[in-house]
């Protein structure tokens, strides 16, 4: 996998596939039609673009055989009693504990398989009655089974929008069913999603619509919106349910739903032609159709899409010209790449060398070397297509504005030295700039999984580039490793504030776009891998660095801050907070807790578990000890407040989820760095304020005491 997507052969791969089944058992009880008429059904499934196919029960051997042989690959549902309370039943959790194990055995390393889901949708009384921690960890004990017997496996389970609060830790992936009709909300429950999906892909594992309620035409037009719509929101791959009529279940056929693309015979419907013809556009091609476009293409030959899964590096101007014309399409204006450097030629070539090959139409590259003594010129050299500016070292704000003043595009995109960016990066980050109340864009910035086992460490810990979201779409900040704004916005609003020399230049423009009455939007599939700190020493020194800027940002915005000086955000805190224990956690729901969509939403307080891991409370400690010379029992509160902060650090330690084979090192580092990081940032943001608190913050004249901070505190930008 790839971060937000999955990759089969270095390329990205999205997987397009069909439901398939259940059907009445075969003369040997395998819920599957005759042999002949699967090898008729996966060559139909082909020729309409799918690259995969969803089975509901674990399929023999043979079936698999033929899957591989018309190069599709199969995801794997296993079922079992999980409609009823099984755990109750030692036999029941026995059985569900044997067939995992079985599945994964027998298919799981088949190499058709893509994966395998342990389970499809619990009810939701049955997860409300014994709890979601409950049901979740019996559903990564069963996760577990699949890596047991199946190593290079993937794993995963189904959920859908009545037990959205349902997680489970040892996932690859996540996949929910979902069935809405109008698009606006399936967009819209798709931005949800993906926040709960968080760096791992998001699979529409379920999707459809009735051809005998709606008619065949209604059914065509909403498949045709649903898959732009799949497609603008980024997702891993999706699953139409489904490929034909021919359905059983309960122990008969089912006659009153029809929600394939072909009717029992395997006659074509209408939507069947909408399918060929959207699953045969590349990503940013379907990104530039609207849904309409679409239906009124003109069709594509089955012969044309037998490849079509596979990204091609040219432009989509390039293929496919009678569907859509990228370079002439408004869905893809002009788009200037800025890169801030400052001695970061060990990163630096990477990064280039993504830009590109980035999958978008219309762009240019410009790398700012901030006065860099190592490298970095060399390296520039190597690619001359980019602009480069140098210039004496002013600092990461002075720098990104000296790259907006040299852009031509319509939007102006910032990444960093130490990113490197996913090929279709631009083509999701300018996408929510088309609404005109949107003047900042970012995205998630994800650890390569490269890197080494330190900097995974790093990145489970605080003090990483979040995003803080106001709901599911629009968002307070953004980080600025990742993030697109319109040039004349950007400069109406004077861009960058200079002072900020290392960092907080993105959290002073996003409060400042708020305050002019503007949005700032989140694209969660426009993803940058980010290189994190390689060692300690290096985190600790930009965690000093963050403090430092944090002090000039609370001058400069004071209403923004609370008593202590900290931030106050009016939204939650992504991939930050998220390992300390404590979280408190809302489950929106209908009466006697069943309504349809389950929803759980983040309150973004976590009590007093953070504050005994802050500067002032180990300070405060410090204090009753000294005064527990006078007295003991003091002694005995300052014991007491230490063995909770250790112990908030112990359970923090224990909350992320470190990718598989970590040394045994890895949590207590991290429950270090939950120690460590809030005890150097603000240790070095109560300096800055002592320096600066009578300085006038919100000028940038390059003689201030704030952009004279020493050399040695900076580092190449975040």
Same mark, same amino acid.
């Given at each position: 996998?790839?971060?937000?997507?999955?990759?089969?052969?270095?390329?990205?791969?999205?997987?397009?596939?069909?439901? %398939?089944?259940?059907?009445?058992?075969?003369?040997?009880?395998?819920?599957?039609?005759?042999?002949?008429?699967?090898?008729?059904?996966?060559?139909?499934?082909?020729?309409?673009?799918?690259?995969?196919?969803?089975?509901? %029960?674990?399929?023999?051997?043979?079936?698999?055989?033929?899957?591989?042989?018309?190069?599709?690959?199969?995801?794997?549902?296993?079922?079992?009693?999980?409609?009823?309370?099984?755990?109750?039943?030692?036999?029941?959790?026995?059985?569900?504990?044997?067939?995992?194990?079985? *599945?994964?055995?027998?298919?799981?390393?088949?190499?058709?398989?893509?994966?395998?889901?342990?389970?499809?949708?619990?009810?939701?009384? &049955?997860?409300?009655?014994?709890?979601?921690?409950?049901?979740? #960890?019996?559903?990564?004990?069963?996760?577990?089974?699949?890596?047991?017997?199946?190593?290079?496996?993937?794993?995963?389970?189904?959920?859908?929008?009545?037990?959205?609060?349902?997680?489970?830790?040892?996932?690859?992936?996540?996949?929910?069913?979902?069935?809405?009709?109008?698009?606006?909300?399936?967009?819209?429950?798709?931005?949800?999603?993906?926040?709960?999906?968080?760096?791992?892909?998001?699979?529409?594992?379920?999707?459809?619509?009735?051809?005998?309620?709606? $008619?065949?035409?209604?059914?065509?037009?909403?498949?045709?919106?649903?898959?732009?719509?799949?497609?603008?929101?980024?997702?891993? $791959?999706?699953?139409?349910?489904?490929?034909?009529?021919?359905?059983?279940?309960? $122990?008969?056929?089912?006659?009153?739903?029809?929600?394939?693309?072909?009717?029992?015979?395997?006659?074509? #419907?209408?939507?069947?032609?909408?399918?060929?013809?959207?699953?045969?556009?590349?990503?940013?091609?379907?990104?530039?159709?609207?849904?309409?476009?679409?239906?009124?293409?003109?069709?594509?030959?089955? *012969?044309?899409?037998?490849?079509?899964?596979?990204?091609?590096?040219?432009?989509?101007?390039?293929?496919?010209?009678?569907?859509?014309?990228?370079?002439?399409?408004?869905?893809?204006?002009?788009?200037?790449?800025?890169?801030?450097?400052?001695?970061?030629?060990?990163?630096?070539?990477?990064?280039?060398?993504?830009?590109?090959?980035?999958?978008?139409?219309?762009?240019?590259?410009?790398?700012?070397?901030?006065?860099?003594?190592?490298?970095?010129?060399?390296?520039?050299?190597?690619?001359?297509?980019?602009?480069?500016?140098?210039?004496?070292?002013?600092?990461?704000?002075?720098?990104?504005?000296?790259?907006?003043?040299?852009?031509?595009?319509?939007?102006?995109?910032?990444?960093?030295?130490?990113?490197?960016?996913?090929?279709?990066?631009?083509?999701?980050?300018?996408?929510?700039?088309?609404?005109?109340?949107?003047?900042?864009?970012?995205?998630?910035?994800?650890?390569?999984?490269?890197?080494?086992?330190?900097?995974?460490?790093?990145?489970?810990?605080?003090?990483?580039?979040?995003?803080?979201?106001?709901?599911?779409?629009?968002?307070?900040?953004?980080?600025?490793?990742?993030?697109?704004?319109?040039?004349?916005?950007?400069?109406?609003?004077?861009?960058?504030?200079?002072?900020?020399?290392?960092?907080?230049?993105?959290?002073?423009?996003?409060?400042?776009?708020?305050?002019?009455?503007?949005?700032?939007?989140?694209?969660?599939?426009?993803?940058?891998?980010?290189?994190?700190?390689?060692?300690?020493?290096?985190?600790?020194?930009?965690?000093?660095?963050?403090?430092?800027?944090?002090?000039?940002?609370?001058?400069?915005?004071?209403?923004?801050?609370?008593?202590?000086?900290?931030?106050?955000?009016?939204?939650?805190?992504?991939?930050?907070?998220?390992?300390?224990?404590?979280?408190?956690?809302?489950?929106?729901?209908?009466?006697?807790?069943?309504?349809?969509?389950?929803?759980?939403?983040?309150?973004?307080?976590?009590?007093?578990?953070?504050?005994?891991?802050?500067?002032?409370?180990?300070?405060?400690?410090?204090?009753?000890?000294?005064?527990?010379?006078?007295?003991?029992?003091?002694? &005995?509160?300052?014991?007491?407040?230490?063995?909770?902060?250790?112990?908030?650090?112990?359970?923090?330690?224990?909350?992320?989820?470190?990718?598989?084979?970590?040394?045994?090192?890895?949590?207590?580092?991290?429950?270090?760095?939950?120690?460590?990081?809030?005890?150097?940032?603000?240790?070095?943001? %109560?300096?800055?304020?002592?320096?600066?608190?009578?300085?006038?913050?919100?000028?940038?004249?390059? $003689?201030?005491?704030?952009?004279?901070?020493?050399?040695?505190?900076?580092?190449?930008?975040?």
């Amino acid at each position: 996998m790839g971060g937000k997507f999955f990759r089969l052969g270095g390329s990205k791969w999205i997987l397009r596939a069909f439901s %398939y089944g259940p059907f009445s058992p075969n003369l040997d009880c395998e819920f599957l039609p005759d042999e002949d008429q699967v090898h008729r059904d996966l060559a139909r499934m082909l020729a309409l673009g799918a690259n995969g196919v969803r089975v509901y %029960y674990p399929p023999p051997l043979w079936f698999l055989d033929a899957a591989e042989n018309f190069g599709l690959r199969v995801l794997v549902d296993v079922p079992w009693e999980k409609h009823r309370c099984w755990f109750e039943d030692w036999d029941a959790c026995q059985r569900a504990r044997e067939i995992v194990a079985q *599945t994964a055995k027998n298919a799981g390393q088949h190499p058709a398989c893509l994966a395998i889901s342990v389970a499809n949708e619990f009810p939701n009384d &049955v997860v409300r009655f014994y709890g979601q921690n409950r049901v979740g #960890k019996f559903v990564d004990e069963l996760l577990d089974s699949v890596r047991q017997n199946a190593p290079e496996c993937l794993a995963t389970f189904v959920n859908f929008p009545t037990t959205e609060f349902l997680t489970a830790t040892q996932v690859d992936f996540h996949c929910f069913n979902v069935y809405l009709n109008e698009p606006e909300r399936l967009s819209a429950y798709l931005n949800r999603l993906q926040h709960i999906a968080g760096d791992l892909p998001l699979v529409l594992s379920e999707f459809g619509f009735d051809s005998h309620r709606l $008619g065949e035409l209604q059914q065509q037009n909403a498949l045709s919106s649903h898959l732009t719509q799949i497609a603008r929101q980024g997702l891993a $791959g999706s699953v139409l349910f489904s490929f034909t009529d021919d359905w059983f279940t309960g $122990g008969q056929r089912v006659d009153d739903w029809k929600f394939g693309v072909t009717d029992c015979d395997r006659v074509e #419907k209408p939507s069947a032609a909408t399918v060929r013809r959207a699953w045969a556009l590349t990503q940013t091609q379907l990104l530039g159709c609207s849904h309409m476009e679409i239906a009124a293409a003109p069709n594509v030959p089955a *012969t044309d899409v037998a490849d079509c899964d596979q990204p091609s590096l040219a432009t989509p101007a390039a293929t496919n010209s009678n569907v859509v014309r990228a370079v002439d399409n408004p869905f893809f204006p002009s788009v200037s790449v800025v890169v801030c450097c400052y001695n970061g030629g060990q990163t630096l070539a990477e990064c280039l060398q993504s830009l590109m090959h980035l999958k978008y139409p219309n762009y240019e590259v410009i790398l700012v070397d901030d006065g860099s003594t190592d490298d970095t010129q060399q390296i520039t050299a190597r690619f001359p297509s980019v602009k480069c500016i140098s210039q004496t070292n002013r600092g990461l704000s002075a720098a990104r504005n000296a790259g907006a003043e040299a852009a031509t595009g319509e939007i102006i995109a910032y990444t960093d030295a130490d990113c490197v960016a996913d090929e279709d990066w631009l083509t999701y980050l300018v996408r929510p700039l088309r609404d005109p109340t949107v003047a900042i864009v970012g995205g998630p910035n994800i650890t390569p999984p490269g890197d080494g086992w330190v900097s995974k460490c790093v990145a489970a810990s605080p003090g990483n580039p979040c995003h803080v979201m106001l709901d599911d779409h629009f968002a307070e900040h953004v980080p600025g490793c990742n993030l697109a704004c319109r040039r004349n916005v950007f400069l109406g609003l004077g861009g960058f504030d200079p002072q900020f020399r290392q960092a907080g230049d993105d959290v002073d423009y996003c409060w400042r776009v708020l305050d002019a009455g503007l949005h700032i939007s989140y694209a969660p599939s426009a993803m940058v891998w980010h290189h994190r700190r390689a060692n300690l020493r290096e985190f600790l020194r930009q965690q000093r660095g963050y403090g430092w800027a944090e002090a000039l940002v609370q001058l400069k915005h004071p209403r923004r801050c609370n008593s202590l000086g900290r931030f106050h955000w009016n939204g939650i805190i992504y991939g930050c907070r998220a390992s300390l224990p404590g979280l408190n956690s809302l489950i929106y729901h209908g009466r006697f807790g069943g309504a349809l969509f389950q929803s759980i939403y983040h309150t973004g307080a976590t009590s007093l578990f953070a504050s005994t891991l802050s500067l002032e409370w180990h300070l405060l400690m410090l204090f009753v000890m000294a005064l527990g010379l006078l007295s003991a029992s003091l002694l &005995v509160v300052a014991l007491l407040m230490l063995v909770t902060s250790l112990a908030v650090a112990i359970l923090a330690a224990r909350q992320p989820m470190l990718p598989r084979g970590a040394p045994w090192w890895g949590r207590p580092l991290i429950g270090y760095l939950h120690i460590a990081q809030p005890i150097a940032r603000s240790a070095r943001r %109560y300096k800055s304020l002592w320096r600066n608190a009578r300085l006038p913050c919100v000028q940038s004249d390059p $003689g201030t005491r704030a952009q004279r901070e020493p050399r040695s505190d900076e580092m190449s930008p975040d």
